[in-house]
């Protein structure tokens, strides 16, 4: 990124619209501004809406314009917004005429890299830029708000001023042996240590509600063909998204779809019939559906209410030992004559779509941990789990060396790893190639 650029970008999504916004950064955004407006660019106030004709190749326009001031600005530099009529017409246009008058097209979030560089923001407050804009449910935007105003932030700051301070003890003790301070300062510091240790460990305990809100609860249907599965599918999602028929095998890949409840998203996936098959595809199919029990995190046996349990059906229950299941007892319009009851059961119909919203408080009860979703911080983030898992690991070595009275300078080593592992979550000590994935998630304009 050459920080001497002047970049500009649409931030708004192309299309029809009441307004679209045309941004720009950089040391020489109001020089360029200048070309395409009427007004005397010297004589904006920071912050206010002038409006303005602008200017380009093959139209004029009129449009709000709005400058801010290095550094109180999104990217610490003086930056530019043009909010004009929407449409791709009108925001190309402007965008067109900025490049020709000397800005560069900014690169996917390029601006909230400018915002990191500058030191308007660190890594995880980024993250949560990122994630309230790809938030499919409330809860995901609670979520990446918490982020982005820095709740990650300061709990990592806390921990890491204590490990700072534990640092310093140990090198009082490892340079001043003569003073016999060792074993006091070795006990003080194992508590400084094992509090860091329960803060980080309290923060992963929210780590799988914070990786299902992020992205979705995976509800696998599982069950033999003609059991309803696709039914129960298009009465999940609210419309006909698989093809239903009395067609044994029917469905012979996975289907997915998603709906909303409670503030969470539900990423429903719809399987081939469990049975054996001949048809090398529906085998395929088949396998799919097996291996994505893997992934689930919940699995609805779905379960033929006017038949008996059959030999395909005991092939369902052993694949789903060691998940958590909700066996859907479907047909209940049929004359019931199933011959097996379970612990946590439900019965409906779904090509009637009867019972479904009993079905689906069943699935947010049996998935959802109520007491993390508070409003408070979640772990949403595999980057940062895996960054205080090794901060975590860290200081049980520490911990563990003291308990064998290892030298200090050894302990102080795995301070040094825990602090810096830490620092990798708000960006105080990430390499390049970490920054540069992240803002390569970003959508240009951002």
């Keep these: 990124m050459e920080k001497n650029k002047t970049i500009c970008a649409i931030s708004t999504p192309i299309g029809n619209g009441g307004i679209s916004i045309v941004r720009m950064t950089g040391e020489k955004s109001k020089k360029i501004l200048q070309k395409l407006v009427e007004i005397d660019v010297e004589k904006l106030e920071p912050r206010k809406l002038t409006l303005s004709k602008i200017h380009t190749k093959n139209f004029d326009e009129q449009a709000l314009v709005v400058w801010f001031k290095a550094p109180y600005s999104y990217t610490g530099e003086d930056m530019v917004e043009i909010q004009c009529h929407g449409g791709i017409v009108i925001a190309n246009g402007i965008l067109n005429q900025l490049l020709e008058s000397g800005a560069t097209l900014a690169e996917a979030g390029e601006f909230t890299k400018r915002a990191f560089v500058n030191g308007k923001i660190s890594l995880d407050k980024a993250e949560g830029v990122i994630d309230m804009i790809n938030a499919q449910s409330e809860e995901a935007v609670k979520a990446g708000y918490n982020l982005l105003v820095g709740k990650l932030k300061e709990t990592v700051d806390n921990i890491q001023s204590s490990l700072t301070d534990a640092q310093a003890k140990l090198e009082v003790a490892i340079d001043y042996p003569e003073e016999d301070i060792e074993f006091a300062t070795s006990k003080e510091i194992k508590t400084e240590i094992e509090n860091a240790s329960k803060q980080i460990e309290e923060l992963l305990s929210t780590a799988n509600t914070g990786r299902i809100v992020k ?91 006017s038949r008996p349990i059959e030999e395909d059906d005991q092939k369902i229950l052993s694949l789903v030992k060691d998940k958590i299941v909700l066996y859907v007892i479907n047909k209940i319009d049929l004359p019931k004559k199933i011959n097996a009851t379970f612990d946590k059961m439900i019965e409906v119909s779904a090509l009637r779509r009867e019972r479904v919203e009993k079905l689906k408080k069943d699935i947010y009860d049996l998935v959802v941990d109520k007491n993390m979703l508070n409003g408070g911080l979640l772990i949403t983030n595999t980057r940062h789990v895996n960054a205080l898992n090794r901060a975590n690991q860290s200081l049980k070595s520490a911990i563990n060396e003291i308990d064998m009275s290892t030298p200090l300078d050894l302990v102080a080593t795995d301070l040094k790893s825990a602090w810096l592992a830490l620092g990798e979550i708000t960006g105080k000590n990430s390499n390049q190639e970490i920054i540069d994935t992240i803002f390569t998630k970003f959508c240009l304009g951002k």
């Design 215 to 305: 992205n979705g609860i995976n509800v696998l249907i599982l069950g033999k063909p003609n059991a309803g599965k696709s039914s129960l599918l298009n009465a999940l999602v609210g419309y006909n998204r698989a093809i239903v028929t009395d067609i044994a095998g029917t469905t012979r890949d996975t289907i997915e779809d998603t709906y909303v409840y409670n503030n969470m998203s539900f990423n429903v996936i719809d399987t081939a019939g469990i049975r054996n098959a001949e048809s090398i595809v529906e085998r395929i199919g088949i396998e799919r559906a097996e291996e994505n029990v893997k992934s689930a995190d919940i699995v609805l046996v779905v379960l033929d209410g």
